[in-house]
Antibody
């Protein structure tokens, strides 16, 4: 059974940093691109970032480019999102999500974690 | 960037009725890269449809997707109580985008 479990959310002041983790199980982690998607309170879904299975390809939404860094440790089956220079508008539930097909970055997301809440406020 | 516009914003229907949800893209997109998701309160989104018309694993056949170019549709043939939720369309690729969502509520 595929499982994605996010952790690391919390309250930070504007300008602060936070690192999110997503522990994956139930599939060959290194074979799939992985993604971060966020949802501000009461709002819709916003794609944040994608990383290829090998970690060699990374993609970012313009809203986070230069501030957030996606990475993965395939030996630990774990996805990360390093969030720096946080802003109030980064407040959201952050979901990790798995691409549906092997070795395709830029696919639909067939499994999602339960999300972790990041709040940026002074 | 491709902008997806969903309509209506809210759809009020009764169980047993047919639901038709629309997703319009700002420019033509490949049907291979259009998906639909369902999200219930407090839950993560669930993939329903990919490639505009293919049902994801475990999705009941009352859900169907269609369309091409700039206009795509999600149809729920006979609404069940558990279908009342928010639905999002998505264009996926190197820079995925989501529509703003359609809330399907019980009339």
């Amino acid at each position: 059974e595929v499982q994605l479990v996010e952790s690391g959310g919390g309250l930070r002041q504007p300008g602060g940093s936070l690192r999110l983790s997503c522990a994956a199980s139930g599939f060959t982690f290194s074979s799939y691109a992985m993604n971060w998607v966020r949802q501000a309170p009461g709002k819709g879904l916003e794609w944040v970032s994608t990383i290829s299975g090998s970690g060699g390809g990374t993609y970012y939404a313009d809203s986070v480019k230069g501030r957030f860094t996606i990475s993965r440790d395939n030996s630990k089956n774990t996805l990360y999102l390093q969030m720096n220079s946080l802003r109030a508008e980064d407040t959201a539930v952050y979901y990790c999500a798995k691409d549906r097909r092997i070795a395709v970055a830029g696919d639909e997301f067939d499994y999602w974690g339960q999300g972790t809440l990041v709040t940026v406020s002074s | 960037e491709i902008v997806l516009t969903q309509s209506p914003g809210t759809l009020s229907l009764s169980p047993g009725e047919r639901a038709t949800l629309s997703c319009r893209a700002s420019q033509s997109v490949s049907s291979s890269y259009l998906a639909w998701y369902q999200q219930k309160p407090g839950q993560a989104p669930r993939l329903l449809i990919y490639g505009a018309s293919s049902r994801a694993t475990g999705i009941p056949d009352r859900f169907s997707g269609s369309g091409s170019g700039t206009d795509f549709t999600l149809t729920i043939s006979r609404l069940e109580p558990e279908d009342f939720a928010v639905y999002y369309c998505q264009h996926y690729g190197s820079s995925p985008t989501f529509g703003q969502g359609t809330r399907l509520e019980i009339k």
